[in-house]
């Protein structure tokens, strides 16, 4: 309730858009925005959904599935037999199992109850038909790679440029444990937003430094995965990005390359920029900051107590 949504996205994230549109228009929520002509490209990357339904897996978005679909046609046994690429597509009826579609659970409607899904009884969640299924590519099928977890994808693609990159990256942001066939639908907000992450990583914008706006990304996370982020935000910036972060878990913002702290309380009492600067600058304003007063806690080494 300081202030920190509005002015990030209504002021600055939206302010930014127009300008990048090309609307030149008085923006009535600030006096003046300057600093766009360095930016080619905003984007929020937030914790919405990234699949709409089970045939969405990581895989798919971050379009990797592509290669791994290729490497499945060139074995022997797939050209002995004429598949290509499309037959390990989900989305195509050849290849796929003709009970789930490709989507490896089966929607029971219940009367009084939400509908469930269960693993589809034909294929056993695997997606495909037993034919497309014979086909191996060092001893896995299709469906054995889909339920790799990235952690372990790591060893077995590491010799394909186009598919270790995002492989590695999914582990380095922390959710290193999910499969590549993972229902997209069954992803965390945070999960979803790290997956964004790496698609971002992954990609070179032709339209210039972009400016990413994320929305508290360490809730739910494990010290030691805020460690994992900040390092990935640390690779955008280095390649001459942006990255504006709410965010208010100290280990967070003690790292940060400048902290704007808005207050001095919530609600009524907020919306005012109480102190700004690098988090040791914002330390030294703790008489009139919370944050300050938090930073400077955090930030002062603690004197060892002497024994006799």
């Excluded at 030149?24 to 929520?29: A, I, V």
């Excluded at 074995?75 to 490709?102: I, L």
């Excluded at 444990?177 to 639908?185: A, I, R, V």
């Excluded at 494990?222 to 990935?232: N, T």
Aim: proline share 5%.
């Amino acid at each position: 309730g300081s202030g920190k949504s509005t002015l990030v996205r209504d002021v600055i994230y939206e302010g930014v858009r127009r300008r990048l549109a090309g609307d030149r228009r008085r923006f009535d929520r600030c006096r003046s925005l300057r600093g766009t002509r360095a930016i080619g490209r905003a984007l929020e990357v937030d914790a919405t959904p990234v699949g709409k339904t089970p045939r969405s897996v990581p895989a798919t978005y971050l379009k990797i599935w592509g290669e791994i679909r290729t490497a499945l046609s060139r074995t022997r046994e797939a050209r002995t037999r004429g598949y290509g690429p499309g037959r390990f597509s989900f989305n195509r009826k050849e290849g796929r199992c003709p009970e789930c579609e490709g989507r490896g659970q089966i929607l029971v409607e219940m009367s009084f109850l939400p509908d469930v899904e269960v693993p589809c009884e034909r294929c056993g969640g695997g997606r495909y038909d037993d034919e497309t299924l014979d086909i191996t590519w060092r001893g896995l099928s299709a469906a054995d790679i889909l339920r790799l977890t990235f952690a372990e994808a790591q060893v077995g693609f590491r010799d394909f440029p186009r598919v270790e990159p995002y492989v590695r990256l999914m582990s380095d942001v922390g959710v290193g444990y999910l499969s590549l066939g993972q229902p997209s639908t069954t992803l965390s907000g945070g999960e979803a937003q790290r997956l964004k992450l790496v698609t971002e990583l992954g990609r070179t914008s032709s339209n210039g430094a972009t400016l990413y706006v994320l929305d508290e990304p360490t809730i739910g996370l494990h010290a030691e995965d805020v460690d994992r982020l900040l390092a990935v935000l640390r690779r955008f910036v280095s390649r001459g990005d942006t990255v504006l972060v709410i965010e208010h878990d100290l280990d967070f913002v003690t790292r940060c390359d400048h902290v704007v702290d808005l207050g001095p309380e919530g609600g009524e009492h907020g919306g005012t920029v109480v102190a700004q600067g690098s988090p040791r600058q914002v330390a030294r304003a703790r008489r009139r900051s919370h944050t300050g007063r938090a930073l400077a806690e955090r930030l002062t080494p603690k004197r060892s107590g002497r024994t006799s």
